[in-house]
């Protein structure tokens, strides 16, 4: 295995900023939703959804107390994000770094169809990518995300998919490492259906055997990487419940087959699942006993921030009350990852 590409100090540099992303009890928050994500989110508290209340809302998050910076290892940026002020005209960036944490981007241009296959789809944005890598380093973004989607169902995730993503996701991480960025590598595998949680084990192996394959080939230094994939749960649909900790053990069992232990950390999406139960099953796969020389810990968006919209309601007056949800939510996931959350109210 040959990493010729990389010098030692490069290598040292990406693992490193990889290591301290996820250092015991950081997560990452994922503020990258792009504007037509926002209006959504937005329409649901009754705020227009414009380019100033975007800002005004990211402000919200990160001029929270720098004791956020204890829960948060990084912040995932969207593009416009990178460029936005505070009120009082402090950088985004300057700001997360002044309290240590981390910024990141998202790289990439978001998903379209896969010709030949039942619906599924892969992901644009290799095109330029070397380039905008250059500029959100000299931005100050230290590394960046890539979303790749697979669907379970109707002899889905297709064996075409799954090669094709798996291939994007290491072209992807290749070019970010060539130029400094520490690649945040996300295969997400939908919950949406009606499947049960051994189809989700079935098509995570498959899925992630073949994006660490590709990694491999691609001579990517897998130090200086993060992974971000979905829990190994059931779809939404399913008519059987599953514990907590029935996800805990199939979703380490299946990174265990997986994912190589010089992957220094995995960083959950939440996947549509609610705050509470993103929580709740992050912290079983933390109790849970097992080898995992990975650290296992959390890359929320919806997951951080569904209250923290509620609280905030788009008014001024209302900043407090949502900085402190957002703080609670934080903390509770930061002591999932380490197997200490006890409940909503001890956090």
Not at 176 to 191: H, K, R, S, T
Not at 227 to 254: D, F, R
Request: some cysteine.
């Amino acid at each position: 295995m040959t990493h010729s590409h990389l010098t030692d100090a490069e290598k040292k540099e990406l693992s490193g900023i990889a290591k301290a992303i996820v250092a015991p009890g950081k997560g990452l928050l994922a503020a990258d939703e792009p504007p037509k994500t926002m209006e959504n989110r937005f329409s649901s508290i009754g705020v227009e959804n414009t380019e100033e209340n975007r800002r005004a809302y990211r402000e919200v998050l990160f001029t929270t107390d720098k004791s956020i910076s204890a829960n948060l290892g990084g912040v995932i940026l969207f593009h416009e994000t990178v460029y936005h002020k505070t009120s009082d005209g402090i950088p985004f960036i300057k700001l997360l770094q002044d309290i240590g944490i981390i910024p990141g981007i998202q790289a990439d241009k978001g998903v379209v169809p896969l010709a030949g296959t039942n619906g599924e789809t892969t992901t644009q944005g290799l095109d330029g990518l070397a380039e905008r890598c250059k500029e959100y380093k000299k931005a100050g973004c230290l590394f960046a995300k890539w979303r790749c989607v697979l669907k379970i169902g109707d002899g889905m995730p297709s064996e075409l998919a799954v090669k094709e993503n798996a291939n994007v996701l290491a072209r992807y991480a290749s070019i970010c490492q060539a130029n400094g960025i520490v690649p945040i590598v996300e295969p997400d595998i939908l919950a949406d259906g009606e499947h049960d949680l051994e189809a989700c084990i079935e098509a995570s192996q498959r899925v992630l055997s073949a994006v660490y394959k590709a990694l491999l080939d691609h001579h990517v230094y897998l130090e200086g990487t993060l992974l971000k994939p979905n829990m190994v749960i059931p779809g939404y649909s399913c008519e059987k419940k599953y514990t907590p900790e029935q996800v805990a053990v199939a979703t380490v069992t299946v990174f265990q087959h997986t994912i190589p232990v010089a992957v220094p950390g995995i960083a959950f999406l939440s996947g549509g699942q609610s705050e509470v139960v993103a929580t709740v099953n992050l912290n079983a796969i933390n109790k849970y006993k097992a080898c995992k020389p990975w650290a296992l810990t959390f890359c929320y968006g919806r997951a951080l921030q569904t209250s923290v919209l509620k609280a905030w309601k788009g008014k001024k007056e209302n900043v407090p009350a949502a900085q402190s949800v957002f703080m609670h939510r934080a903390k509770c996931n930061s002591l999932a990852s380490v197997g200490k959350y006890e409940g909503e109210d001890a956090a």
